[in-house]
Structures are given as structure tokens and as C-alpha cells.
């Protein structure tokens, strides 16, 4: 069992910076792919970065790849999402999730969900 708490999200403006984290409970963190994922009002749930275990392999949406950097702390029970270059675009509320496995692009492979962060991109 994992139980997922997002924080850092806000509001910022186009082409500013925000770090969201993720904290997780749970003895066997280290051993679960982490993964971000966001919606904006009225779309579905979008999947932003994913992470194995060690932190030795992370992929991304093609769109915030090369902005957005992932990142993880097994020591700390932490994961990051590191968002560079913001676009209003990027407005969502932001999710992490957890998954044993293999590092997956789809919603519903991911079995523990975070309560979401919002962030907010202002033009």
C-alpha cells in the first residue's frame, strides 16, 4: 500500500518555473515506478513523466520533453517533477501516481493516486 501527498503547485507566469513534489508512505517505495500526470478542465487525464524504481530511466510527453525534468529521492520517499519553461498550456492539476512494474504512459495501469496539485500558468 502507498499513499501519495502532492505539494508545490501555483500560480506562475508563462515562462517561470515550479517544483511540484510528491511524498509517499509506505516501506516499499523504492520498489514502485512513479509516475505525473495532469488535467485540465473538461479533458481527460494526461500522462506527463514516469520513473523506475532507481531513478536511472525517466520518459516524458512529447509535450513538456525538454522542460520538464522528473526526479526521485528513495531515501526521502520523495519524487519531483521539475517544470521549466512554463506555458499556459501546462495549467492542470497535477497528479503523481504509483505502479509496480514497468514504467507505463497510461492512467490505468497506475494503482495509487495522489490528491492532485494545481498549477496555474498565467500569459
Known amino acids: 500500500q502507498v499513499q501519495l501527498v502532492e505539494s508545490g503547485g501555483g500560480l506562475v507566469q508563462a515562462g517561470g518555473s515550479l517544483r511540484l513534489s510528491c511524498a509517499a508512505s509506505g516501506r516499499t517505495f523504492s520498489s514502485y515506478i512513479m509516475g505525473w500526470f495532469r488535467q485540465a478542465p473538461g479533458k481527460e487525464r494526461e500522462f506527463v513523466a514516469s520513473?523506475?524504481?532507481?531513478?536511472?530511466?525517466?520518459m516524458y510527453a512529447d509535450s513538456v520533453k525538454g522542460r520538464f525534468t522528473v526526479s526521485r529521492d528513495n531515501a526521502k520517499n520523495m519524487v519531483y517533477v521539475h517544470m521549466n519553461s512554463l506555458k499556459p498550456e501546462d495549467t492542470a492539476v497535477y497528479y503523481c501516481?504509483?505502479?509496480?512494474?514497468?514504467?507505463?504512459?497510461?492512467?490505468?495501469?497506475?494503482?495509487?493516486w495522489g490528491q492532485g496539485t494545481q498549477v496555474t500558468v498565467s500569459s
Open positions: 520513473i523506475t524504481w532507481s531513478g536511472g530511466s525517466s
Open positions: 501516481a504509483a505502479r509496480q512494474g514497468i514504467m507505463s504512459r497510461s492512467k490505468d495501469e497506475y494503482d495509487y
